[in-house]
């Protein structure tokens, strides 16, 4: 197995992905909307959301992982997935080094195939992946691809409009105190 490296610009991306406050939320009917379109698109058993904090992929939303919510950033998928600038797609993880003895191969959930498109927010930095998975080795046919990544910017959105909602409901706070003041 070789865990996935960290990004030159960890740093950076830690600072955002926290900054959008989602890690350790609660589940949203948006996000799970997304992995269970995904899934059914893919015609796979499991799809997350998955954002990769420093030690841990957390799951904002899974789809056929009933009561995961996480796994170590050291034996992830998506941590590998994040460093790419398209979608990362493992067609059988027992061929590849990289996973061959993972213990999500080697054990429960016996990932085969993977495909992970990277959530890559508007400052350029990749917070996690919309990613699908099947225990059965194959490839993504080429519109499922696109239907994918289509699925991921429709996350990011989500993930932006999310934070846009939580800074209006601030506002219209703070406004609605002032006006009592006056």
Known sequence: MISPRKPTNEHERLNALRGYELLDTESEA???????????????PIALVSLV????????SQCGLDGV????????????AILQNGLFEVPDAREDPRFADNPLV????????????????TGGLALGTLCV??????KLKKTQRLQLEDLAQSVVWLILTRIRRSEMDEYRLALAETSKTS
Request: aromatic share 10%; charged share 25%; hydrophobic share 35%.
């Open 30 to 44: 948006a996000f799970d909307a997304m992995t269970r379109l995904a899934a059914t698109i893919c015609r796979v």
């Open 106 to 121: 080697t054990g429960e959930p016996h990932i085969r195939f993977y495909a992970g498109m990277p959530l890559i927010e």
């Open 53 to 60: 904090d420093e030690n841990r992929q957390w799951f904002k």
């Open 133 to 138: 998975i099947d225990r059965t080795p194959r």
């Open 69 to 80: 919510t996480s796994t170590g950033r050291d034996i992830s998928f998506c941590g590998h």
